[in-house]
């Protein structure tokens, strides 16, 4: 059973518009939330990040919304760049529980 | 700084053999996980050690898997009779104390034909 949904599992976006990726989880015990960008042959890095008292965090480009009623969050990335194509991870933990991750999302930009 | 360093990067190994991953995680990271990402799944986690003590064993997929820390330091991932539903590429994140964002390393690839 899926504790961390990334509905969709890959994502085309223009250079210079939007980019939404939509997570959805389910234990309502999930306090942090973050966001990690895996290359191809890398480890993930860390995005961005939003704790559970607060609906919106922004770094740069990217924003992180999180709306704990629907238990949806989402990252936005405007404008998009070529080099914003990788795969995203939606994870989510509290405090008795290791990082659960989604399936991810691959991002291509195209230019 | 060092970030978190895995060897062997590839590991191609046949049915049957046992094999070793290790971990080192960045230097003073208290935390130390272990996932693995099989092909089209998302990561799935493992294990985990705060310290040299894993109080969260419940990601072990089975009897096969087992893993240790020594010194707070270097941890290895050992499969046993490893199967070909072993195939993955098994990453180690490593974390301060107190902090929630993991750093990963760049993961051990492993084939098992």
Known sequence: DQQVKQNSPSLSVQEGRISILNCDYTNSMFDYFLWYKKYPAEGPTFLISISSIKDKNEDGRFTVFLNKSAKHLSLHIVPSQPGDSAVYFCAASAITTPLVFGKGTRLSVIA | ?113
């Open chain 2, 1 to 113: 700084g060092a970030g978190v360093s895995q060897s062997p990067s590839n590991k191609v190994t046949e049915k049957g053999k046992d094999v070793e991953l290790r971990c080192d995680p960045i230097s003073g990271h208290t935390a130390l996980y272990w996932y693995r990402q099989s092909l089209g799944q998302g990561l799935e986690f493992l294990i985990y050690f705060q310290g040299n003590s894993a109080p969260d064993k419940s990601g072990l997929p089975s009897d096969r898997f087992s893993a240790e820390r020594t010194g707070g330091s270097v941890s290895t991932l050992t499969i046993q009779r490893t199967q070909q539903e072993d195939s993955a590429v098994y990453l180690c994140a490593s974390s301060p104390l107190g902090g929630n964002e993991q750093f990963f390393g760049p993961g051990t690839r492993l084939t098992v034909l």
